[in-house]
């Protein structure tokens, strides 16, 4: 894989992991506009490592100092239980990760797939947007809230559904504000992605030859435009509800379809 192919997925799934437009299925549909061969779900698992490094940046204070501070001087407070419900979130899609595994990296990294769950989940999207008041807190979190948003992200195992798309979803279903539900969303999101990266390790490497810089200049561009995506994306959920998402994946599944019908890219 050249340079500024590997630059350019990285920038992507920076992106794409933390606004709800799915950064799988963009990795699946840049190498086929492009003419290149599909990257894999190795090598995006792994880039994912960059995305892991800008949420844990962003969140420093939370992750090493309100919550060890919280567990150990007030373990029921909001903050002291955060573990526990990130612990709780995340179960579901280790199980499902695991078990589907020949499913996800074959039959359903097809792009009929991802077209179908861009639109599909944009639809579903909209309306837990609009379906009710979402007045709650980050505070009033509870391990059965934490639960069903792990459900939630483990439905990112289909390509094109959005794993933080998921998460703020049912976030928004059981009543947690926007800020606060891409908040926990994108806490929810450490160990799934760093257990993901450390599992799909070995087989990206091998897939490359041994040859790590595809993998580490993914993984940089990723953590720089992650970054920056997590910042923006909390400062715009303040006012703003996930239409404009809503409205960009389904006009990009809709376009994707008519490229597959046309034949001017191919399914797998």
């Known amino acids: ?6 630059a350019l997925l990285g920038l992507l799934q920076g992106i794409t992991e933390f606004l709800p437009i799915s950064s799988t299925a963009h990795l699946r549909i840049a190498p086929a506009l492009l003419g290149q061969p599909d990257p894999g779900a190795a090598f995006t698992a792994v880039i994912q490592i ?8 962003y969140f420093s204070r939370d992750l090493f100092y309100e919550m060890p501070r919280a567990i150990f001087r007030a373990p029921r407070s909001p903050a002291g239980k955060m573990p526990l419900y990130i612990a709780v979130g995340t179960l579901p899609i280790v ?3 695991i078990a ?26 909209l309306v837990v947007d609009r379906g009710r008041d979402h007045g709650r807190g980050l505070e009033s979190l509870t391990l059965r809230d934490a639960f069903l948003i792990g459900l939630a992200q483990s439905l990112a195992l289909i390509p094109g559904v959005s794993r933080s798309g998921a998460t703020i979803a049912c976030a928004l279903a059981v009543g947690l504000r926007r800020p606060d539900a891409a908040r926990f969303s994108f806490l929810l999101s450490i160990p799934a992605i760093a257990g993901a990266g450390v599992y799909e390790l070995p087989d990206a490497i091998h897939a490359f030859g041994g040859d790590p810089w595809p993998l580490l200049i993914g993984i940089a561009a990723a953590a720089v435009s992650g970054y920056a995506a997590v910042a923006w994306l909390i400062k715009f959920l303040g006012n703003h509800s996930l239409a404009s998402f809503v409205a960009y994946r389904v006009a990009l599944g809709a376009v994707l379809v008519m490229l597959l019908a046309g034949g001017i890219i191919h399914a797998v």
Do not use: D, K, Q
Not at 1 to 6: G, H, L, Q, T, V
């Open 100 to 125: 589907l595994e020949p499913l996800i990296t074959g039959p359903a990294r097809s792009l009929y797939v991802v077209a179908a769950a861009l639109a599909g989940f944009g639809v579903v999207m």
């Open 1 to 6: 894989m050249s340079s500024w192919f590997a």
């Open 50 to 57: 960059g995305t892991l490094l800008a949420v844990i940046v």
């Open 95 to 97: 199980i499902l990760g």
